[in-house]
């Protein structure tokens, strides 16, 4: 049970979305972090993108075991967005949180998460998190969460890690990610273009894996989705589009340069010319 200002309250089933793709060498260390959680009212959908390698496998094998995990198989290569809907249309649970198949929890993840919204009332929140290699090893740079997060707050930098997030979907609805670069992204501000806040619990509570091919990295490329998110996806005239946009190329590369990851985003522009 979650204790809530000394009172305890129902156990809301979570139902935790995982697109994965050829994810056999991080998959079982993603599943463990979710099975090790002290909050246990969880389900985890996995939805394999027509993966090649052993990632089905993997995921069978747990999910034989467990009945919380499930395995969604799809029969044609669909891309994250779509892979991540199907989850979402499939969940069960009350509140919806988002963990990629090479990413890792802390143990008290949605034990801490979920008391602190049933604590302030919200239903759109994000932690902090930290980024390790490949192999796991912990890089000392972790990426902090803002205490809140508005529609105009988000449109000058992203702010919100997708390993992070719950939502309350009880409360907000129907949620779906468009079928463009940047998808999370376009989602959050879809949500907080209601009228909704995102609040940010300000503890390392999840490990984002940075790939060496990682195209989370590539700020060079992310200029031209962020410019289609605001257009297409959110209707945003040319004139406050660009300022918008001048704001968020500035805020991240600050941002990058802080944690000292400014020198890999220059070489993934280099590497992808």
Partial sequence: ??????????????????PAYNSEATIEETIKSVIYQSYK???MIIVNDFSTDNTASIVRRYSEKDERIRL???????????????????????????????DLWSFDKLLRQISFMEEIGCFFSYTAYEIIDLDGRKLDKIVAAPPTQGYRDLLKKNTIGCLTVMIDAKEIGDIEMPQMEHEDF????????????????????AQYRKLDNSLSFNKFKTVGW???????????????SAVYLVHFVVRSLVKYKQLGLLGDVISVKSNCT
């Fill in 1 to 18: 049970m979650v204790m809530v200002r000394g009172e305890i309250v129902e156990n809301d089933l979570v139902s935790i979305i995982t």
């Fill in 41 to 43: 009212s969880w389900e």
């Fill in 72 to 102: 969604i198989e799809l029969d044609v290569n669909s891309g994250v967005a779509s892979a991540r809907n199907i989850g979402i249309r499939k969940a069960r649970g009350r509140y919806i949180a988002f963990l990629d198949s090479n």
């Fill in 186 to 205: 376009a989602l959050w501000l879809t949500i907080l273009g209601r009228g909704y806040v995102a609040f940010g619990l300000n503890e390392n509570l």
């Fill in 226 to 240: 962020v410019w289609k998110i605001y257009r297409e996806n959110q209707k945003i005239g040319f004139a406050p």
